[in-house]
């Protein structure tokens, strides 16, 4: 999903051209030249649509995300759905993990490195705030329509995937449960049964997210931490939001060849 994203979309393009065999983009209404530049492109691999969201409208009035993720989904040809925003990247490893999948029916789980301000410092989970790193998203998985996208939230921000399993949608992103430290294999069986499908934890592949990379946006839902003053932290340090301020580590990472063919 895109919305006025110029100055991200032309390296996630760029990386999805090392792995995709088709790129669905829907847009919001964008005024900052995300559009033409797409189109410019000229590449048949590219699907372009657009859904305008009501006139001046930010990501939780009219985005209606579960319903724009869904289309896209069904507007995809591909045997499997890779659903990245906008803003992200998959690292470069991925394409010897696809020519290596030994299984038609599985759910894989990327793990996602939020970058705040600096390409060496990531945002990482404290105790009020759980929703940077560690954590897992369901970014991978087959192309069928058992699997759609649904929110439990009045905004419709952050839907999550289900998977229809006689009559009744199931959340594919229970993640804290997935991914507890208490989780058996017996659990996991388990869920895979009900699920039929099989989870993969990609611990090795990442997500590389650049939103907070790259600054702030006019309508960012997080526009308040703008001036948050940073602080580094080591690893394993980061039980408590430490007086308000964001959390970060210095990592040291490989970033995909897209992210240094825009530098």
């Not at 998203?137 to 087959?142: D, E, K, T, V, Y």
Request: aromatic share 12%; glycine share 4%.
């Amino acid at each position: 999903m895109v919305l006025n994203e110029i100055h991200n979309i032309p390296i996630a393009i760029r990386n999805l051209f090392e792995f995709c065999d088709e790129i669905v983009i829907l847009d919001g209404g964008s005024t900052d030249g995300t559009i033409e530049y797409v189109v410019s492109l000229h590449d048949p691999r590219i699907k372009l649509y657009i859904w305008p969201q009501e006139n001046g409208s930010i990501y939780n009035k009219g985005w209606d995300e579960p319903r724009r993720r869904t289309l896209m989904m069904r507007m995809s040809d591909g045997d499997y759905i890779l659903c990245i925003d906008a803003d992200e990247c998959v690292e470069d490893t991925f394409v010897d993990f696809i020519k290596r999948m030994d299984s038609d029916n599985i759910v894989c789980f990327f793990s996602t490195l939020h970058f705040w301000k600096k390409p060496d410092w990531i945002r990482v989970n404290a105790g009020d705030d759980r929703v940077w790193y560690p954590n897992y998203h369901h970014n991978l998985f087959p192309n069928n329509e058992s699997f759609s996208w649904f929110s439990y939230r009045e905004d419709k921000m952050h839907p999550k995937l289900v998977k229809r399993v006689l009559g009744i949608n199931i959340p594919i992103g229970l993640r804290y449960i997935y991914f507890s430290k208490f989780l058996t294999p017996l659990l996991k069986v388990i869920a895979e049964l009900i699920l039929g499908v099989k989870i993969v934890v990609l611990d090795d592949i990442h997500v590389f997210h650049y939103h907070y990379l790259n600054g702030f946006k006019a309508a960012d839902l997080r526009l308040a931490e703008k001036d948050k003053k940073e602080e580094l932290v080591e690893v394993g340090d980061h039980n408590s939001r430490r007086n308000g301020a964001v959390l970060v580590k210095r990592i040291n990472v490989r970033h995909p060849k897209a992210f240094y063919e825009n530098q």
